[in-house]
């Protein structure tokens, strides 16, 4: 069960300061996403330092104190989600238009890319001036 992997989890973690992870949830359906990264938030409560590589930017926005924007192997930036997540660099970072709004239930960042229907439409209302 999933609260049984959670327990060995957190009694292995128990031994270590610091741990790092690359996609922890990577494969796990939603709610086992949301219970490990619970985990992770809960063992970071208790005193370790969690390191994290995650390509979902909403779990980053709504878990991570602090990201570090990476791309082609370089640092963009560095700081709070509200911070580093925005529109301006998410777009110039991705090279697409990506939504970026405040969930009014989380406090977090919310954020979406748009489909080539919505970029366009997008685009019609806000020409980019040449």
Same mark, same amino acid.
């Given at each position: 069960?999933?609260?049984?992997?959670?327990?060995?989890?957190?009694?292995?973690?128990?031994?270590?300061?610091?741990?790092?992870?690359?996609?922890?949830?990577?494969?796990?359906?939603?709610?086992?996403?949301?219970?490990?990264?619970?985990?992770?938030?809960?063992?970071?409560?208790?005193?370790?330092?969690?390191?994290?590589?995650?390509?979902?930017?909403?779990?980053?926005?709504?878990?991570?104190?602090?990201? +570090?924007?990476?791309?082609?192997?370089?640092? +963009?930036? +560095?700081?709070?989600?509200?911070?580093?997540?925005?529109?301006?660099?998410?777009?110039?970072?991705?090279?697409?238009?990506?939504? +970026?709004?405040?969930?009014?239930?989380?406090?977090?960042?919310?954020?979406?890319?748009?489909?080539?229907?919505?970029?366009?439409?997008?685009?019609?209302?806000?020409?980019?001036?040449?």
């Amino acid at each position: 069960s999933a609260d049984g992997h959670n327990w060995s989890m957190a009694a292995y973690a128990s031994d270590y300061t610091h741990w790092d992870w690359d996609e922890p949830a990577a494969f796990l359906d939603i709610r086992y996403e949301v219970e490990m990264y619970d985990l992770l938030r809960d063992l970071q409560a208790n005193g370790m330092t969690v390191v994290t590589v995650l390509h979902d930017l909403n779990l980053a926005a709504l878990y991570c104190e602090r990201v +570090v924007l990476v791309h082609e192997g370089r640092v +963009v930036q +560095v700081g709070t989600p509200a911070e580093v997540m925005t529109y301006t660099t998410l777009t110039a970072v991705y090279g697409t238009e990506i939504y +970026v709004s405040m969930n009014d239930i989380t406090g977090s960042l919310n954020i979406l890319p748009l489909s080539r229907e919505h970029r366009e439409r997008l685009g019609q209302e806000f020409p980019k001036p040449r």
